[in-house]
């Protein structure tokens, strides 16, 4: 049987912050027989929270990420989702969202990935600066 998740299930697992909830996701997650789908959605949702909310810098988000992948229970498009939380964590100056564009041109074979952000250009070998 498949069901998802939200990305608030997500951080009460991982973090374990708030005892009552986390125990209520352990729960959930812990239900024999059940896949959770997790949406792209979700992790750009715990990059922002986990950034803006706790400070965390993108080698720690990643490494919750990479966790979360790992987990069996837990199904994702991992097929751009892993390579993207790679990039994120070897580029710490470009969001997750900028990450995950320039893997999914690069799945996609729609390349470059045109922009006027200089840094992303500059960062992403598949990025090009529209001139």
Not at 18 to 40: E, M
Not at 58 to 67: C, G, K, Q, S
Not at 68 to 96: G, I, W
Not at 103 to 115: C, I, Q, Y
Request: glycine share 2%.
């Amino acid at each position: 049987m498949n069901e998802s998740v939200d990305t608030n299930v997500l951080m009460r697992y991982f973090l374990a912050d708030d005892l009552t909830a986390t125990n209520k996701a352990v729960k959930l997650l812990s239900k024999p027989g059940i896949v959770y789908h997790v949406s792209d959605v979700v992790f750009f949702e715990l990059a922002i929270v986990l950034r803006r909310a706790y400070g965390y810098r993108n080698a720690e988000i990643a490494d919750l990420m990479t966790v979360a992948m790992d987990t069996p229970q837990l199904r994702c498009n991992e097929r751009v989702l892993r390579p993207t939380v790679e990039m994120f964590m070897r580029r710490p100056k470009l969001s997750f969202a900028d990450c995950y564009m320039t893997v999914s041109a690069r799945r996609n074979d729609v390349e470059p990935l045109w922009t006027f952000d200089r840094k992303l250009a500059i960062q992403a070998g598949s990025a090009e600066l529209v001139r």
